[in-house]
């Protein structure tokens, strides 16, 4: 599976962004899919999972009532709808795949590259 994430961009604090992270393959909706997101300096952090079905979704404290994650199997796509963004929300945003849910980025199996987030105060 090849995943391409895009949507990243410069926005103000309060603002909102939607990511998109669309997988190749036919076998999309076999994996549970997350986000991460990585500040330079510091480890890769875990912002959101999601499960095959999109029945189940989790996220990281620091995220959750702000941000949504969400899947179109049929599109091959996953998403994260950023509402009420913060300074400290600036990272680069990675998407992943996985075969179980998980929180910790060395159970991802297969990883996109990176979309920048900038969140300006």
């Known amino acids: 599976v090849q995943l391409q994430a895009s949507g990243g961009g410069l926005v103000q604090a309060g603002g909102s962004l939607r990511l998109s992270c669309v997988a190749s393959?036919?076998?999309?909706?076999?994996?549970?899919m997350g986000w991460f997101r990585q500040v330079p300096g510091k480890e890769r952090e875990f912002v959101a999972g999601?499960?095959?079905?999109?029945?189940?979704?989790y996220y990281a404290d620091s995220v959750r009532g702000r941000f949504t994650i969400s899947r179109d199997n049929a599109k091959n796509t996953m998403y994260l709808q950023m509402n009420s963004l913060k300074p400290e929300d600036t990272a680069v945003y990675y998407c992943?795949?996985?075969?179980?849910?998980?929180?910790?980025?060395?159970?991802?199996?297969?990883w996109g590259k990176g979309t920048l987030v900038t969140v300006s105060s």
């Open positions: 393959g036919r076998t999309f909706s076999s994996y549970v």
């Open positions: 999601i499960s095959q079905r999109g029945i189940t979704t």
């Open positions: 992943a795949a996985s075969n179980g849910i998980s929180r910790q980025s060395r159970d991802m199996i297969y």
